[in-house]
């Protein structure tokens, strides 16, 4: 059963169990292990806050591409690395 405080997640290695949940707040993501604790949590939001977002700056969703997170926040994406949370932005359409 999902925690209270989780928007969605997914799993991103399933040899370990590790799994990234994206908080209910919507700019908050943490990495988890199999038994649910927080690996590393990096706040999306805080972290573009120079970078011109259209559309409300909040996670909208998620999904593994080439062994990193890929996140859509408004109508843009960024990466998140899998090992430290360090967080890219990729652009936006």
């Known amino acids: 059963m999902a925690d209270t405080n989780e928007f969605f997640s997914t799993v991103i290695d399933n040899a ?5 949940i994206v908080r209910s707040d919507r700019v908050t993501v943490d990495l988890r292990d199999k038994s649910g604790k927080v690996i590393w949590s990096t706040n999306v939001v805080a972290g573009l806050k120079n970078i011109p977002i259209s559309g409300e700056k909040k996670v909208n969703s998620m999904e593994m591409i080439n062994n990193k997170l890929v996140i859509t926040v408004g109508r843009g994406y960024a990466s998140l ?13």
């Open 16 to 20: 370990s169990g590790h799994y990234a």
């Open 81 to 93: 690395d899998k090992k430290d949370g360090a967080l890219t932005w990729i652009g936006s359409h």
